[in-house]
Antibody
Framework: QVQLVESGGGLVKPGGSLRLSCEASGFRPIDSYMSWIRQAPGKGLEWISYISGTSHYANYADSVRGRFTISRDNAKSSLYLQMNSLRAEDSAVYYC??????????????WGQGTLVTVSS | EIVLTQSPGTLSLSPGERATLSCRASQSVSSTYLAWYQQKPGQAPRLLISGASSRATGTPDRFSGSGSGTDFTLTISRLEPEDFAVYYCQLYGDSRFTFGPGTKVDIK
């Protein structure tokens, strides 16, 4: 069955950097887009980035564009999110999700349990 | 940019009752791109419905989705104890995902 396990969260100072990882199993990585979604404490869901199975295409939310970089290593069945220039408002639980795309539509069909990032001095 | 609004913010109901959750888009969208997710406290969201009305694998048939244009509805025919959660609608378009603010269904 599909499993996604995030890691790499923690406490970081404003302006600092952090790299999140998501290890996937139960499906062929190259067959699926993958996304990162975050949820600030007590708030709703915010999609922040996705990447195609071959890494040829990626897109970002305006709130993180230029600061965050999504990447993947299909040989390791892993997805990454490099987060630079972190701000207090980036504090959230970060989820990775398998992203099933077909016929121009995509949906977030499997989610990991999330990793908490706290940006604070 | 299309904005999704959900109503009500909180729905207080008893087990066995019917729940009707609304999601409204700021402009007309194709129902193909509308999905619903359930999130229980301390858990990750779970895909319930895609294409506005197609239940995802494992979604009980008491959950149904409908709608078109700007107005979409998630209906839970008879609430079970495990259905008390937050529900988000989500739209895919222009290579991005947009979520509504969520509706919390809590026990009356």
């Amino acid at each position: 069955q599909v499993q996604l396990v995030e890691s790499g969260g923690g406490l970081v100072k404003p302006g600092g950097s952090l790299r999140l990882s998501c290890e996937a199993s139960g499906f062929r990585p190259i067959d699926s887009y993958m996304s990162w979604i975050r949820q600030a404490p007590g708030k709703g869901l915010e999609w922040i980035s996705y990447i195609s199975g071959t890494s040829h295409y990626a897109n970002y939310a305006d709130s993180v564009r230029g600061r965050f970089t999504i990447s993947r290593d299909n040989a390791k069945s892993s997805l990454y999110l490099q987060m630079n220039s972190l701000r207090a408002e980036d504090s959230a639980v970060y989820y990775c999700a398998r992203t099933a795309c077909s016929g121009g539509n995509c949906k977030l069909d499997y989610w990991g349990q999330g990793t908490l990032v706290t940006v604070s001095s | 940019e299309i904005v999704l609004t959900q109503s009500p913010g909180t729905l207080s109901l008893s087990p066995g009752e019917r729940a009707t959750l609304s999601c409204r888009a700021s402009q007309s969208v194709s129902s193909t791109y509308l999905a619903w997710y359930q999130q229980k406290p301390g858990q990750a969201p779970r895909l319930l419905i895609s294409g506005a009305s197609s239940r995802a694998t494992g979604t009980p048939d008491r959950f149904s989705g409908s709608g078109s244009g700007t107005d979409f509805t998630l209906t839970i025919s008879r609430l079970e104890p495990e259905d008390f959660a937050v529900y988000y609608c989500q739209l895919y378009g222009d290579s991005r995902f947009t979520f509504g603010p969520g509706t919390k269904v809590d026990i009356k």
